[in-house]
Structures are given as structure tokens and as C-alpha cells.
T-cell receptor, first 111, second 113 residues
Framework: SQQGEEDPQALSIQEGENATMNCSYK?????LQWYRQNSGRGLVHLIL?????REKHSGRLRVTLDTSKKSSSLLITASRAADTASYFC???????????FGIGTKLQVIP | EAGVTQSPTHLIKTRGQQATLRCSPI?????VYWYQQALGLGLQFLLW???????NRGNFPPRFSGRQFPNYSSELNVNALELEDSALYLC????????????FGSGTQLSVL
């Protein structure tokens, strides 16, 4: 079963605009990660935020985590055409470190 | 350092046949995860191996099975293939001592005709 659910499922913006994607999950987590997938191939890790953190930055990426609402958001600032990809959140929970992915947000950045 | 490698890249089978997919993790990584990604859908968790043992299994029928070898490479077997098994199968590896980040291979595209 899917732990995370990304919202929106598809997003189309102009180059230079900011893109915001949201992720909601159901159970308590150890951490939450965001990944990127180009053209249906392998995923690439972007950023990880731990359950005791509220915000994290990495370059043009900003991630927030609200454990009380069981939600996270990924903000990509000053988007570029090369940011066009699908973005997935992934949660890690339990002592057995099962990593569960959401259904993803398909981002299109129009040049 | 070599990344996660998966073979074959593409695999075409017919209904009822068996498929074997292979994954070599990054050197030093002991955990291997398998995911199924059907067209346009998210990643469905299949199996997780660590130190040669199956640690967790997703909601898939028993005809999906696998194993992890002493060198930590892994194999996913799908028996009695059905049309809906057509998907991209992704393998990822992780080092338990170096964090929770997963490193993915490029996947095996399985087509069942």
C-alpha cells in the first residue's frame, strides 16, 4: 500500500516560477525523503528530513515537515526546464526501515 | 564507484512464463529493495533484503519471490506471469551504516504479452 500521497499529481509551470509539491502520509515516520525520476528510469535522491526537523534547504530546494499534520512539502525555487521530472516522497518507518513511496507529482517546466 | 546495476534492461515474456531480474548493489551496501512501477503509477514496495535475509515484503502474491546472495546481489523471480505484471522493476541499495538514502538502478522493463 502507498504510504505517501503527493499533491498535485501533475503540475505545469513557466521557467523561473516556483513549484510546490505536497506529500501526506498515514503513520508515524523516522524520516521523509524526496526523490526525482526522469523519464521513467531510476530515482535520484534529493533531500532527507528527519522527524524532529521542521525545515531543510539544499540549493534551490526547500523541504518542510509537519508531523502533527503528517505532511511535507517540497519547494523548488526559480524552476528550470531541466527540473521537468516526476517527484516522489518516501517515508521510512519502523525498526525494519521499510521505505514506502507515494504516487508522485509530475512536474513540467515550460521554457 | 559503480552504481546499482540491473539486468536485463528489457525483458519480454509471454503469459505463464517465468522471469528473473537481477540487481547488483553498490559495493559495501548490504540492503537491497525491489519496487514495481506500473505505467503512470507510483512505486509499489515488493521486497527488502538485508544481510542475506528477507526483512519485509509488500502486498504481492507468492509468485513474486527473490533472494539475496552472499555478495549482496539480488534476484527477483516472477512465476506464472500475468499481463498486469508488465511494469518497470526498480532495485535500490542502501548502506545501513551510512544513512537512509536509497541508490537506484535504471530498472528492468518487463513486458508480458
Amino acid at each position: 500500500s502507498q504510504q505517501g500521497e503527493e499533491d498535485p499529481q501533475a503540475l505545469s509551470i513557466q521557467e523561473g516560477e516556483n513549484a510546490t509539491m505536497n506529500c501526506s502520509y498515514k503513520t508515524s515516520i523516522n524520516n521523509l525523503q524526496w526523490y526525482r525520476q526522469n523519464s521513467g528510469r531510476g530515482l535520484v535522491h534529493l533531500i532527507l528530513i528527519r522527524s524532529n526537523e521542521r525545515e531543510k534547504h539544499s540549493g534551490r530546494l526547500r523541504v518542510t515537515l509537519d508531523t502533527s499534520k503528517k505532511s511535507s512539502s517540497l519547494l523548488i525555487t526559480a524552476s528550470r526546464a531541466a527540473d521537468t521530472a516526476s517527484y516522489f516522497c518516501a517515508t521510512t518507518s519502523g525498526g525494519y526501515q521499510k521505505v514506502t513511496f507515494g504516487i508522485g507529482t509530475k512536474l513540467q517546466v515550460i521554457p | 564507484e559503480a552504481g546499482v546495476t540491473q539486468s536485463p534492461t528489457h525483458l519480454i515474456k509471454t503469459r505463464g512464463q517465468q522471469a528473473t531480474l537481477r540487481c547488483s548493489p553498490i559495493s559495501g551496501h548490504t540492503s537491497v529493495y525491489w519496487y514495481q512501477q506500473a505505467l503512470g503509477l507510483g512505486l509499489q514496495f515488493l521486497l527488502w533484503y538485508d544481510e542475506g535475509e528477507e526483512r519485509n515484503r509488500g502486498n504481492f502474491p507468492p509468485r513474486f519471490s527473490g533472494r539475496q546472495f552472499p555478495n549482496y546481489s539480488s534476484e527477483l523471480n516472477v512465476n506464472a506471469l500475468e499481463l498486469e505484471d508488465s511494469a518497470l522493476y526498480l532495485c535500490a541499495s542502501r548502506s545501513r551504516s551510512k544513512g537512509e538514502k536509497l541508490f537506484f538502478g535504471s530498472g528492468t522493463q518487463l513486458s508480458v504479452l
